[in-house]
């Protein structure tokens, strides 16, 4: 797995106490999937509660005729049915027809009653300790949930938001989020557009690395572009007040990750994920093909 030894940065931009370099995956074969907003605007599949009856933690998605490949990312949330949920691990469906299950985690606790029948698209998506949170294979489904909604509530709270459902999306209208979020996605919006090399990011919160997502090229980084930088900007907002520590240095990251070897881990229909799990950083590689798709790396 070449892919990582080859990661470059270049010159960070920061806002506040949000700090975020490019990065440079190398070259690579380049490949192009739909993502999951288009591929649900467009019907290409639908999203569903696995019975009537329905399971917090599991979802049924069927594609369609189609011949585009999807890759849903995790993290993503989808709205409707029961309760709103976020996708527990990275998808790529390929050309055919399927239908299969999906781990995914509730983001409305206070919510379980049909809302519509099919999931909606958002253009939201959970922080990265979030997202860190439910990859631990070392806890399990029910304990991940818990710790999911604690953490909801905890930035409700910090947000000021009050939300009926306690909905992680209402956070996204809170009017703390509303105003912070825009100056933040304005201070980080056009990197990718004016680099057309970057295929991703190191992100640094309070001089601490946060993740490094990358993607297979440029056009797929810009796809998710805003939804992420919002997601970062989530746990911008809940570290704000946080004492900042020793700083992490974005050279010796890239450093470590030289010696990191991902195991392969498991098969997501068309997917192959690849784990990594060392004690500085732990994550996925998505791979389709021996193609590399997304890294989504947490340290």
């Known amino acids: ?28 074969d380049e490949i192009f999937l739909e993502g999951l907003e288009e591929a649900l605007e467009k019907k290409h599949i639908k999203i569903r509660e696995e019975s009537e009856s329905g399971n917090v933690n599991n979802l049924v998605i069927e594609k369609g005729k189609t011949e585009e490949e999807i890759l849903i990312l995790a993290g993503e949330i989808i709205a409707g049915a029961k309760q709103n949920r976020t996708i527990g691990y990275d998808i790529i469906l390929g050309k055919k027809e399927c239908k299969l299950d999906s781990e995914v985690y509730c983001v409305e606790r206070g919510r379980w009653s049909y809302r519509t029948r099919d999931f909606g698209a958002t253009k939201c998506a959970i922080s990265p300790k979030m997202r860190f949170d439910i990859i631990n294979k070392y806890e399990g489904v029910h304990f991940k949930q818990s710790k999911l909604w604690r953490n909801i509530s905890i930035l409700n709270s910090a947000l000021h938001c009050e939300s009926p ?30 680099d057309r090399k970057m295929a991703g990011m190191l992100v640094f919160i309070n001089d601490k690395a946060v993740l490094l997502e990358a993607f297979n090229n440029n056009d797929m980084l810009k796809k998710y572009w805003e939804k992420l930088i919002n997601s970062y900007t989530q746990e911008a907002l809940f570290a704000e007040k946080e004492k900042k520590s020793e700083k992490d ?29 060392k004690k500085q950083v732990k994550g996925y590689l998505t791979i389709l093909d021996d193609k590399f798709v997304h890294a989504s790396l947490f340290f």
Not at 1 to 23: D, H, Q, T
Not at 179 to 189: G, I, P, V
């Open 165 to 194: 459902t306690e909905s992680l999306t209402d956070s996204f209208d809170s009017k703390k989020y509303r105003e912070e979020s825009l100056e933040y996605l304005k201070a980080f919006k056009e990197m990718p557009e004016k």
């Open 1 to 28: 797995m070449e892919v990582l030894s080859g990661i470059k940065i270049g010159n960070a931009r920061e806002y506040k106490n949000m700090k975020v370099y490019p990065v440079y995956v190398g070259k690579e």
């Open 249 to 277: 240095l974005p050279e010796e990251i890239l450093e470590n990750l030289k010696s990191v070897k991902p195991d392969k881990s498991v098969k997501r229909e068309r997917a192959d994920l690849f784990e990594v799990d």
